[in-house]
């Protein structure tokens, strides 16, 4: 059997740390000591118990997620988020702001609007959502029940820099796909939410942070499952939670604290996506799709001179062992997907196939 890895680039599920599945292969069939499979385990176990409060406990250790956080591990992916972020914490006679820059905050207001009034404090589709808002554009309502955001525009590429200023309103924060990529400050947020498949586990795991004070807003009425407080006041164990992806955001948890933490990665994140765009900027061949300012160090999107040049691209890449670099089927380009556990060697082979690419084919 060939295991040999190859460079994937893909958007999510994303490619993990090499030690952590290292880890899960070498203590799938029996975790040392217990022998039983983690996969095999009672989600009520003492063991199960205790993988749940080692990724919860270093995951408050790494990111600084202070005590009045409450840490969830739900299902139904950040899509789920979408409505549950509304449903819990959108109060009667109030106004959710949303600001638009991208598909994915599209789906997110699709979601809102079911259930209740929204408001696009700010929008970027007229220049295709290249670029994230200047604080100047935004027009936030008073005293609205929160301010939605998207931290990372995973099919746009772009990110932003810094937190927007709003005052006392929670923000909510989709970070799917930037989530602990660099240091986050969760005690501006009221709510960051993530599915695990880009930067953190395996698909099925959604990560929410939610201050605690917040949770005086779901209602009794809201459905069990779709209730924050419900899942918070059961410690994610209301029903069978996902064990297996707990278990390996705990893995993923520690390899991060391994390398030393989120600035380290933040430092070897920008180093990584500024080889990339260095190449991209060289040549007219190439040009980056989103602002400069606004760029994003994980999703780097970007096209060729025609269709037909990027098509080849594509599959000549996936010959040369560099996998996943088709741009979203909506935007179509090159996109290349280096979340955290992505191997800067990867990027150097990229980098060095668009050269003999651009010489071949310019
Ligand atoms: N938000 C963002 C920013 C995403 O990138 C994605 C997935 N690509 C989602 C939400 C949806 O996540 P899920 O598939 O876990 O529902």
Same mark, same amino acid.
């Given at each position: 059997?060939?295991?040999?890895?190859?460079?994937?680039?893909?958007?999510?599920?994303?490619?993990?740390?090499?030690?952590?599945?290292?880890?899960?292969?070498?203590?799938?069939? $029996? @975790? *040392?000591? /217990?022998?039983?499979?983690? !996969?095999?385990?009672?989600?009520? &176990?003492? +063991? %199960?118990?205790?993988?749940?409060?080692?990724?919860?406990?270093?995951?408050?250790?790494?990111?600084?997620?202070?005590?009045?956080?409450?840490?969830?591990?739900?299902?139904?992916?950040?899509?789920?988020?979408?409505?549950?972020?509304?449903?819990?914490?959108?109060?009667?006679?109030?106004?959710?702001?949303?600001?638009?820059?991208?598909?994915?905050?599209?789906?997110?207001?699709?979601?809102?609007?079911?259930?209740?009034?929204?408001?696009?404090?700010?929008?970027?589709?007229?220049?295709?959502?290249?670029?994230?808002?200047?604080?100047?554009?935004?027009?936030?309502?008073?005293?609205?029940?929160?301010?939605?955001?998207?931290?990372?525009?995973?099919?746009?590429?772009?990110?932003?820099? $810094? @937190? *927007?200023? /709003?005052?006392?309103?929670? !923000?909510?924060?989709?970070?799917? &796909?930037? +989530? %602990?990529?660099?240091?986050?400050?969760?005690?501006?947020?009221?709510?960051?939410?993530?599915?695990?498949?880009?930067?953190?586990?395996?698909?099925?795991?959604?990560?929410?942070?939610?201050?605690?004070?917040?949770?005086?807003?779901?209602?009794?009425?809201?459905?069990?499952?779709?209730?924050?407080?419900?899942?918070?006041?059961?410690?994610?164990?209301?029903?069978?939670?996902?064990?297996?992806?707990?278990?390996?955001?705990?893995?993923?948890?520690?390899?991060?604290?391994?390398?030393?933490?989120?600035?380290?990665?933040?430092?070897?994140?920008?180093?990584?996506?500024?080889?990339?765009?260095?190449?991209?900027?060289?040549?007219?061949?190439?040009?980056?799709?989103?602002?400069?300012?606004?760029?994003?160090?994980?999703?780097?999107?970007?096209?060729?001179?025609?269709?037909?040049?990027?098509?080849?691209?594509?599959?000549?890449?996936?010959?040369?062992?560099?996998?996943?670099?088709?741009?979203?089927?909506?935007?179509?380009?090159?996109?290349?997907?280096?979340?955290?556990?992505?191997?800067?060697?990867?990027?150097?082979?990229?980098?060095?196939?668009?050269?003999?690419?651009?010489?071949?084919?310019?």
């Amino acid at each position: 059997m060939n295991t040999m890895r190859t460079y994937n680039f893909s958007a999510g599920p994303a490619v993990l740390p090499v030690p952590v599945l290292e880890e899960v292969q070498r203590d799938l069939v $029996s @975790l *040392p000591g /217990i022998g039983m499979s983690v !996969l095999e385990v009672s989600h009520r &176990s003492k +063991i %199960f118990k205790e993988v749940l409060h080692h990724a919860t406990d270093n995951m408050r250790a790494l990111a600084d997620i202070p005590e009045n956080y409450k840490i969830l591990f739900l299902q139904g992916g950040a899509s789920l988020q979408f409505l549950m972020v509304p449903m819990n914490l959108l109060l009667v006679n109030k106004t959710a702001d949303y600001i638009h820059t991208g598909a994915w905050a599209q789906k997110a207001i699709k979601e809102a609007k079911r259930v209740g009034k929204i408001h696009i404090a700010a929008t970027t589709a007229d220049d295709n959502f290249s670029r994230i808002p200047d604080m100047s554009e935004l027009i936030l309502t008073p005293e609205a029940a929160y301010v939605h955001i998207t931290s990372n525009n995973t099919i746009e590429g772009t990110q932003w820099q $810094s @937190l *927007p200023e /709003i005052s006392e309103v929670p !923000l909510i924060s989709d970070a799917s &796909s930037d +989530i %602990f990529s660099r240091p986050i400050d969760v005690t501006r947020h009221g709510l960051i939410y993530a599915g695990a498949q880009k930067n953190l586990g395996p698909a099925g795991v959604t990560v929410v942070i939610i201050r605690e004070d917040l949770l005086a807003r779901s209602l009794d009425s809201i459905p069990s499952m779709l209730n924050y407080k419900v899942h918070a006041s059961s410690q994610s164990l209301y029903n069978t939670p996902p064990t297996f992806g707990i278990y390996v955001i705990g893995l993923t948890i520690k390899w991060l604290q391994s390398l030393g933490g989120l600035k380290v990665i933040a430092s070897i994140n920008k180093r990584k996506a500024e080889k990339l765009y260095a190449e991209i900027d060289r040549t007219d061949f190439y040009y980056g799709l989103a602002t400069k300012s606004d760029r994003s160090l994980m999703n780097i999107t970007f096209r060729l001179p025609n269709e037909t040049l990027e098509q080849q691209f594509d599959k000549e890449a996936t010959v040369a062992g560099l996998h996943g670099l088709k741009g979203h089927r909506s935007l179509g380009g090159i996109r290349a997907s280096i979340y955290n556990a992505f191997p800067e060697a990867g990027i150097d082979t990229l980098v060095d196939f668009m050269q003999e690419f651009e010489r071949k084919n310019g």
